[in-house]
């Protein structure tokens, strides 16, 4: 699931990025290529962080390296602090 802007609120951002919603935000151009052409079917490749664009090509979007993770790998914030469990105890257990 994606929403695709020219822009976005960062409460908006995170809150969508903990709830697996990516909020994708384009230059004005693309932006404008994708609301003139209803019914596209958009491609959205998360690991190149790209968005197809009705004309071809692409368009290039912005996303933090953890959220990408997160999404990538279908974890949430507590997903991931619990898939370092082990790093976790051994950092503990030296303090």
Same mark, same amino acid.
């Given at each position: #699931?994606?929403?695709?802007? !020219?822009?976005?609120?960062?409460?908006?951002?995170?809150?969508?990025? /903990?709830? @697996?919603?990516? $909020?994708?935000? +384009? &230059? $004005?151009?693309?932006?404008?290529?994708? +609301?003139?052409?209803? @019914?596209?079917? +958009? #491609?959205?490749?998360? &690991?190149?962080? !790209? +968005? !197809?664009? $009705?004309? @071809? @090509? !692409?368009?290039?979007? $912005?996303?933090? #390296?953890?959220? #990408?993770?997160? %999404?990538?790998? =279908?974890?949430? *914030?507590? =997903?991931?602090? %619990?898939?370092?469990? *082990?790093?976790?105890?051994?950092? *503990?257990? /030296?303090?």
């Amino acid at each position: #699931r994606a929403v695709i802007s !020219t822009r976005v609120a960062d409460i908006f951002k995170n809150n969508a990025l /903990k709830n @697996g919603l990516l $909020p994708i935000v +384009v &230059e $004005p151009a693309a932006h404008a290529q994708l +609301v003139a052409a209803p @019914g596209f079917q +958009v #491609r959205i490749d998360l &690991e190149s962080q !790209t +968005v !197809t664009l $009705p004309a @071809g @090509g !692409t368009a290039k979007f $912005p996303i933090e #390296r953890f959220s #990408r993770y997160c %999404l990538m790998n =279908g974890v949430d *914030e507590l =997903g991931f602090l %619990l898939t370092q469990s *082990e790093a976790i105890a051994a950092f *503990e257990s /030296k303090v």
